[in-house]
């Protein structure tokens, strides 16, 4: 079982110029704004810090990269589908996620993050495509599982499973900060890809 014991920023990125050297296995998490990215990399590093968790979504505008254990790196991407976001600034964004996932030497895989309660958004699709165009598409977590119950969790799951094309050897993680569920879960993942490089 993967235990993290360190965990700091290293970087924060517009452009590759800024990327730390590619000396180190990453595995990125990708999602829309609100989805509750930061609070999971609080709560899977136990840092309620090292990532802002900010009131207002799209605050993550920029690639920042997690140094963890000096063994691996976490990579949080910036959030997608913020509707106050200038068209510019959403063509930057495309860019500069699409320069990381097609270059970026030492990524392993992203993992993508979905609200449980609702369907993917057309933007949820979107990027799950885009993962799999890469050959980078991970486990799907599923955030916010404290909101839903059992029954209805495990009926959204086959419904985001189905609607996003997630094959049937994928892991669908749900996770809830608030009842620390899915941690260990994706902790596990995250080690077996480590295990096999």
């Not at 965990?7 to 999602?31: H, N, R, S, W």
């Not at 990532?51 to 990269?65: D, L, W």
């Not at 993508?112 to 609702?118: A, E, G, P, S, T």
Request: aromatic share 8%.
């Amino acid at each position: 079982m993967l235990v993290i014991r360190k965990a700091e920023i290293e970087a924060v990125a517009v452009k590759p110029a800024q990327y730390p050297a590619p000396d180190l296995p990453e595995i990125a998490f990708a999602g829309r704004s609100n989805v509750g990215k930061s609070t999971l990399l609080n709560l899977l590093t136990g840092r309620n810090k090292l990532a802002k968790v900010s009131s207002s979504p799209g605050k993550t505008r920029t690639i920042n990269f997690y140094r963890i254990n000096d063994a691996f790196r976490i990579v949080d991407l910036p959030g997608y589908g913020y509707a106050k976001v200038s068209k510019s600034e959403s063509e930057k964004w495309g860019k500069m996620m699409e320069e990381f996932l097609e270059n970026r030497e030492p990524l392993r895989t992203v993992f993508q993050l979905v609200d449980i309660r609702h369907d993917p958004t057309a933007q949820d699709v979107q990027m799950y495509e885009y993962l799999k165009y890469y050959d980078l598409d991970g486990p799907v977590i599923m955030t916010k599982a404290d909101k839903v119950s059992r029954a209805q969790a495990n009926k959204n799951a086959a419904s985001i499973r189905k609607k996003l094309g997630v094959r049937s050897d994928v892991p669908m993680i749900a996770v809830s900060s608030l009842k620390y569920t899915g941690k260990d879960e994706i902790l596990d993942v995250i080690d077996k890809i480590l295990v096999q490089l």
